[in-house]
């Protein structure tokens, strides 16, 4: 699935924190992949639907160099990647056996992939960073993935730093790490995520003026009343 501009726009703009608020509020509690730091802080917020990929523990007659000419290979699953979605990758939280180096990622990059997300951690990785595409990862180790890990397939449901993602739904990543939103809840975020930005703002700009917590965040009655007559006189004024 290939997000609309609109959705991209709109996520963009929000936070994983916020967006995990939300999916809290609706009884999901487990959508941050842990281990999938940004490789390069700088890297903006990505957005982008979830191509999964699947590790398992090394075999030693699978694990191989040649199985990287195999048709079902991280090379053959790349060639796959449609443009703007946000590679997933399960490894198992292994991290010293680099799943991708900078070949591989400049060949994603160069296909329009919108970033790479994983539980284990990437070789090569002054040239990994090179290639600008943004990652998401545990940190970086020399040894090839063969060394630990066997791959065996592509777009199917997979775990990725204990989350369940399944191909297609919504991966949001930024300086907080990396967040999975079910494709049946996307509607769901886009119309809920800009308000509480909205809302989140207006409480920090009470904070810097000096307001206390108590009844402002989470908001009583007569701060929600204040902050709703904010909002109808911006509506009125744009």
């Not at 924190?17 to 009884?27: E, Q, R």
């Not at 400049?106 to 040239?127: C, E, H, I, Q």
Request: contains cysteine.
């Amino acid at each position: 699935m290939t997000l609309d501009p609109k959705t991209v726009e709109i996520l963009s703009a929000v936070p994983t924190a916020t967006i995990t608020t939300i999916l809290l509020k609706k009884g999901l509690r487990n959508v941050w992949m842990r281990g999938a730091r940004p490789l390069n802080p700088a890297s903006p917020r990505r957005v982008g639907s979830a191509f999964t990929l699947r590790f398992v523990p090394a075999r030693e007659d699978l694990a191989t160099p040649e199985s990287w000419s195999s048709p079902r290979s991280t090379r053959a699953a790349i060639e796959s990647m449609p443009e703007g979605c946000v590679a997933v990758v399960d490894a198992m939280g292994v991290t010293d056996a680099g799943i991708f180096g900078d070949i591989l990622c400049a060949r994603m990059k160069y296909r329009g992939v919108s970033a790479l997300v994983t539980d284990g951690v990437v070789r090569d990785a002054a040239g990994v960073l090179a290639t600008e595409l943004p990652v998401w990862c545990q940190g970086a180790a020399a040894p090839p993935s063969v060394a630990g890990l066997t791959f065996v397939n592509w777009q199917e449901p997979v775990g990725c730093g204990g989350v369940a993602v399944f191909p297609d739904d919504v991966v949001v990543a930024d300086l907080d790490g990396a967040v999975v939103i079910p494709a049946g809840l996307l509607d769901h975020v886009l119309s809920t995520a800009p308000e509480q930005e909205r809302m989140e703002g207006w409480i920090m700009e009470q904070v810097l003026e000096g307001a206390q917590l108590p009844g402002l965040y989470p908001m009583n009655e007569e701060t929600r009343a204040r902050y709703e007559a904010m909002r109808g006189r911006n509506d009125k004024s744009s």
